[in-house]
């Protein structure tokens, strides 16, 4: 099995939603491919990490000053990027 073929299974590798012939092509991949190994348990970390977060509701003077900051960098990226051959 190549990397772009595990890669192209992580997602329902992570599920658990694969028939056991392909499970197992993905854990013998996974044995002896150190990049695919570390993509892998990253993104299971990841999932596991966002998984146990509680969702916080932002004060309202910091929802309006994010909101600012957000449109201010939008504007400021527009202008300049400006029109071409202006």
Known sequence: MKCTEFLKELNEYLD????????SDLDDHLAWCHNCYVV??????????????????????????????????????KKASGPQGA
């Open 16 to 23: 658990g939603a694969l028939d056991a012939r392909t499970k």
């Open 40 to 77: 892998c348990d990253t993104t299971k970390k990841t999932i596991q990490i966002y998984k146990n977060t509680e969702v916080y509701d932002l004060p309202d003077e910091l929802r309006t000053r994010l909101q600012e900051a957000i449109q201010a960098k939008c504007q400021a990226k």
